[in-house]
């Protein structure tokens, strides 16, 4: 079993809809990842979330909003979502890392998944 | 920038048979690699990794890999697979001037044991 929780498993919304995909870790992990997978493809990163700030962003549309509100929690709010958003978005979490050094093993610990469908 | 590329799209073996999945990446400096796997229907798991010192590592189930820096790649091997291998293999490569732990995937290599 993974020790990274996403939920909920599974979503289908309509292109107006508002939700929120959430991710919890509980491994003192201070940094937490959004991937996006389509069916037969590699994850894609989407943001990154070190100590709580919003470190990388992929040029992901406004229609995704990440959020992080603690160290152990991850959320992903989305708004006016397209047909070809529908994939698996993967949540993962790591040893942080300081601009100003540090070392960490690159690790990272993914979480099952929500698979979201929009219609 | 960097870049991971695995040349096998889909792989059929019969149990028993030996595996090699070949795996080349692009970059110029130091690197993390990896090894996930992804079951039917499952999250991604860890394999094996690389960091430092010898460059054959071992990972779970059987699996081993080794990196060889002069030809950018880090092969990931079994002597002997089982139908319960079929899954998805995918390479990852980490460098050491990333900001953060920004994963670059290969392209996937779906393995499929008969049994």
């Known amino acids: 079993d993974t020790e990274v929780t996403q939920t909920p498993k599974h979503l289908v919304m309509g292109m107006t809809n508002k939700k929120s995909l959430k991710c919890e870790q509980h491994m003192g992990h201070r940094a937490m990842y959004w991937y996006k997978q389509k069916a037969k493809k590699p994850p894609e990163l989407m943001f990154v979330y070190s100590y709580e700030k919003l470190s990388i962003n992929e040029s992901v549309p406004s229609r995704f909003s990440p959020e992080c509100p603690n160290s152990s929690l991850l959320n992903l709010h989305l708004h006016a979502l397209q047909p070809e958003d529908s994939a698996l978005y993967l949540c993962a979490s790591s040893q942080g890392w300081r601009t100003s050094g540090g070392t960490n093993t690159g690790e990272l610990f993914f979480g099952e998944g929500s698979r979201l469908t929009v219609l | 920038a960097q870049s991971v590329s695995q040349h096998n799209h889909h792989v059929i073996l019969s149990e028993a048979a030996s595996l090699e999945l070949g795996c080349n990446y692009s970059?110029?400096?130091?690197?993390?690699l990896f090894w996930y796997v992804q079951y039917p229907g499952q999250h991604l798991q860890l394999l094996l990794k690389y960091f430092s010192g010898d460059p054959l590592v071992k990972g779970i189930k059987g699996f081993e890999a080794e990196f060889i820096k002069s030809k950018f790649s880090f092969n990931l091997r079994k002597p002997s697979v089982q139908w319960s291998d079929t899954a998805e293999y995918f390479c990852a490569v980490n460098g050491d001037n990333n900001a953060g732990n920004m994963l670059t995937f290969g392209g996937g290599t779906r393995l499929m044991v008969k049994p």
């Open positions: 970059y110029g400096g130091t690197v993390n």
